[in-house]
């Protein structure tokens, strides 16, 4: 949340908490949620501000980019070493990801050739890539008859990347916006291998660039 500059309230981080694997074994009510964030504020982690929004500190910071870089390494490490499919590795990477220590994330960093970004297009930390790309929006600010390369597509959502993947609108795949349509809530959209409509609500957690700029 913070990498798309949230900063969320004890409730929308208990929304957002619900779309990780159950394997998380994380508490997903507002009281043990709550709690949570009591025991990150004794630890230096996170700020509380009086507008009730959650605020990493630079030490909460540090620890989280450490986390990504495990998880988004270990979604390659599946992906590309273990011939996974996309929609399976963010459910992979959570289990994988606590257990790595700074020699295995240095050792398989140099075996996947340092990647910048993870599979779905999120920088990696340590990587020097940047959060964004210059010219890059939301596909739903995206323009009708316009040619665009993905860039980055959301993780959390197994049957929704599961239907990206099949359709390769994913990171690095061209695509086409057909037409918009915002008086029926749909885009029409065309990739290399199919034509089809997608809501706005999926289209703005999808990130492209213009193609050009490939």
Known sequence: ???????????????????LPPTEELGTSVPSVAGMLRRMQDQGLVDVGGDKRIRLTDHGQREGESI????????WMVVRLLGMDLHEAHIEAHQLEHGMSEAMVAKLRERLGNPSHSPFGWPIPGSGAAGSTPGA?????????????????????????RFLDASRLVPGQRMTLLEAMPYLGVMQVETEVDTFSIGYDVARQIVVRPADTA
């Open 137 to 161: 929006v939301t596909l739903d600010s995206a323009v009708a008859g316009a040619r665009y390369v993905v860039d980055r597509v959301p993780e959390e959502n197994t049957e929704l990347l």
């Open 68 to 75: 990504a870089q495990r998880h988004r390494l270990a979604e």
């Open 1 to 19: 949340m913070w990498e798309s500059s949230e900063s969320p309230t004890l409730t929308q981080l208990t929304e957002a908490l619900r779309q």
